[in-house]
């Protein structure tokens, strides 16, 4: 069956928090990633209903797409 069960949502949003705890910790390698792996955090949290996480993950993608002057960046995060 190709239906989606709550067990099934829970393994996906654990893979996706893996996958953007190790992209976070190489953000030293590429930093124009920022913005766009803290917004991922911030819509995961807000999924999880961790919404106090969720804003500051969303400010911190905020913060840092302007810092750099990613406007795209700042679009899709204010988007969210």
């Known amino acids: 069956s190709t239906e989606v069960t709550p067990q099934r949502r829970k393994l996906y949003r654990a893979r996706a928090r893996q ?3 190790k992209a976070w910790f ?7 990633d920022l913005p766009r792996i803290a917004r991922e955090f911030g819509l995961l949290d807000a999924v999880e209903g961790r919404l106090k996480s969720a804003r500051r993950w969303l400010e911190r993608s905020l913060e840092e797409a302007r810092r750099q002057g990613a406007r795209q960046e700042l679009y899709f995060t204010l988007q969210s």
């Open 26 to 32: 190489n953000t030293w390698l590429c930093r124009n």
């Open 19 to 21: 996958c953007l705890r």
